[in-house]
């Protein structure tokens, strides 16, 4: 059952509901209806549960960074000062922002772009699996049927999340792709000879071009942390000019009617004054007369 779970959530969802059924009919036809029957069971993910299951099998490189930063935030929390803490949850809003965004990109690729609410419920999962223990276990599995959310009081809640829940622990076999296999075609000796040649020079140059590979992926590696990287310090930024402009026309709002009321007490106070110089004037008057 967890060969047969693990390849249908490997599938787009467009392809999951006939695949299953193929399968229940394959487990059927061997005579095994439990196992047909559980197959049945098997929930379609919703969509941005399937974008992360795809995240797991197709960037697990990049998931295993997620979930062991994860995983020592958990263990460092109780011995960091309230700014250390603040600081920590500030990389985990952007590290998560930016998968997020690689989320989009992935599932794009796949055939399914996703919108601002699905975004919003990977990015949730994600925070989910950052900052509870099983949660992450349940990402791992790459078997969700339903995104996470914490809510941070108590644990996460797993019930009906997790297409297989007696699996959560294990995790989905990412997706590789095939490697070419060489065929040698025996000849004569000359040409076995010639050919003997050719490989060693072959092997000379694949381990001159393995090299540069390696330091090319070193490089590519680096890169493209820094490229998540400045991916959640523009997301930070864009947060906060909305945050100033928010606040920007808020004080534009407070100014004008700070003008008004200026405006008002002015002439209340030129009012005020005029019947003053008017009082004092008629006072010197009577004061003449005497």
Not at 31 to 39: F, S, T
Not at 196 to 204: C, F, K, V
Request: hydrophobic residues 40%.
């Amino acid at each position: 059952l967890e060969v047969v779970a693990d390849s249908l959530y490997a599938l787009t969802p467009d392809e999951f509901i006939a695949a299953r059924n193929d399968e229940a009919k394959k487990a059927k036809a061997d005579g095994d209806k439990p196992l047909a029957e559980a197959v049945k069971r098997l929930a379609k993910p919703a969509l941005a549960a399937w974008v992360v299951n795809m995240l797991v099998r197709h960037e697990a490189d990049q998931m295993e960074q997620v979930l062991t930063l994860g995983e020592s935030l958990r263990q460092a929390q109780e011995n960091l000062s309230g700014d250390a803490l603040r600081e920590l949850g500030k990389q985990r809003r952007q590290l998560t922002a930016a998968v997020t965004t690689q989320a989009r990109a992935l599932a794009a690729q796949l055939g399914h772009k996703i919108g601002d609410s699905v975004a919003d419920q990977v990015q949730q999962t994600l925070h989910a699996a950052m900052v509870d223990e099983g949660a992450a276990a349940a990402v791992r599995s790459g078997l969700l049927t339903q995104p996470l959310a914490a809510t941070g009081v108590g644990p996460v809640d797993l019930d009906g999340a997790v297409a297989m829940p007696e699996a959560v622990g294990r995790s989905a076999l990412p997706v590789t792709k095939p490697r070419p296999t060489l065929t040698v075609v025996p000849d004569d000796t000359k040409a076995i000879e010639e050919a003997t040649r050719g490989l060693a020079e072959s092997d000379a140059e694949l381990a001159a071009a393995e090299k540069k590979l390696g330091k090319a992926e070193t490089k590519v590696s680096k890169l493209e942390a820094r490229a998540l990287q400045l991916q959640a310090e523009l997301e930070e930024l864009r947060h906060r000019v909305a945050e100033a402009e928010h606040q920007l026309e808020a004080t534009d709002e407070e100014l004008s009617s700070a003008e008004a009321k200026r405006e008002s007490a002015k002439e209340a106070f030129d009012e005020a004054r005029d019947e003053r110089q008017a009082a004092a004037e008629k006072l010197r008057r009577l004061e003449s007369k005497d």
